[in-house]
């Protein structure tokens, strides 16, 4: 067996971990992930990408799950130019899947790329991911295209673009902010996401909303439960002042307490 055939070989075995991977929890996949990545660190460079093709062939799901090795592999220039090319492969699912390991993986590199997708991208669903990647790289490339959407923004990317603009917190993306906390057609989550990134911006009035939301609490009737949204306000405060944070309602009343003493 040549050399070649052994890394497709070795590499098959590792897009094959990862498609039976996506049976288990999240942290069990976690950890899985977190296993081929170390094997890929030791694989060789050289016709590295090639071999992942051959590897992959025709299976959907090998190359589904492809986009995990390539997201370790960025210290290839072959890679680099693959991952760039394929996000605006035809297959929306397949630029979705890119995005979405774009943001996971936090690359930075591939963010400009990004710019396209968010202003014109016709999926749906990608346009969304593009977003929220954009949001979670927070690269200064990404603003103006979120900005220039935010202008008009589609109904159904509203919510995406709110917590995209909240995460970069800069002036700009104040008249975005104040318009959903201010507006009153707003529910009570989009609210306190807005408040979040006004809080952070130094708004007093966003941060006091935040704090009056602590207080909110879950609402049960006949036909099930509205949840409140006092665990994100708490988790909003921590982010802005820096305190520490646990999704649990355990953080809420610690919150109000360190909201209490914060200028004490």
């Keep these: 067996m040549s050399a070649d055939a052994k890394l497709v ?3 098959r075995g590792l897009l094959d971990r990862l498609v039976r991977s996506q ?3 999240g942290d069990d996949q976690e950890v899985v992930y977190d296993e081929v990545a170390e094997a890929v660190a030791t694989l060789p460079r050289d016709g590295i990408l090639e071999a992942l093709d051959r590897a992959v062939g025709s299976d959907k799901r090998r190359r589904k799950v492809s986009v995990v090795l390539l997201a370790h592999l960025t210290d290839v220039d072959e890679v680099v130019r693959r991952i760039g090319q394929s996000l605006h492969d035809p297959d929306p699912e397949w630029r979705h899947w890119l995005v ?10 591939f963010a400009e790329p990004l710019n396209e997708l968010i202003l014109s991208e016709p999926a749906p669903f990608v346009r969304m991911a593009a977003v929220h990647a954009a949001g979670s790289l927070k690269s200064e490339v990404n603003l103006p295209a979120l900005l220039s959407v935010a202008n008009d923004p589609p109904s159904d990317l509203r919510n995406t673009l709110l917590w995209a603009l909240k995460d970069f917190a800069k002036e700009s993306c104040r008249p975005f902010l104040a318009e959903a906390f201010e507006n009153a057609g707003s529910d009570k989550e989009d ?19 935040l704090a009056e ?7 049960y009737h006949e036909r099930g439960f509205e949840p409140g949204v006092s665990i ?7 982010s802005v002042y820096d305190w520490p944070f646990k999704w649990h309602k355990d953080s809420v009343e610690k919150t109000r307490k360190m909201w209490r003493n914060k200028d004490g």
Excluded at 100 to 109: A, F, K, N, Y
Excluded at 191 to 209: H, I, P, S, T
Excluded at 213 to 219: H, K, Q, R
Aim: hydrophobic share 50%.
């Design 9 to 11: 070989r070795t590499i």
């Design 23 to 25: 049976r288990l929890s």
């Design 100 to 109: 979405q390991t774009v943001d996971m993986r936090g690359l930075v590199q």
């Design 191 to 209: 609210r306190v996401v807005a408040a979040w990134g006004l809080a952070k911006l130094g708004d007093r009035a966003a941060a006091e909303y």
């Design 213 to 219: 939301m602590l207080e909110d609490p879950d609402v």
């Design 232 to 238: 994100r306000a708490a988790q909003a405060l921590c």
